[in-house]
């Protein structure tokens, strides 16, 4: 299979191993370490592509198949941390 995300030939995460799992990012780190309690973080549902994170929020609009059209709001859900 073809993939148009460049990694390294023997990395962990290529196409045919796609890791989902919860991730946030370096601003959602720095609420935290700042304690910036009036600015709500959030984990969100990713995959992993070689180091590098999909963020299924980005794409949900794509997911519109009879199983997962009724059920997209999973991924626009805050997560708190």
Known sequence: ??????????????????????????????KILLKLNNQQTTHRIGVAIGDQILDLKQIAHLFNGPELKNNQHVFREVNPS
């Open 1 to 30: 299979m073809k993939c148009f995300v460049r990694y390294e030939k023997y990395c962990d995460f290529p196409i045919e191993n796609l890791p989902y799992g919860v991730f946030s990012t370096k601003d959602d780190r720095l």
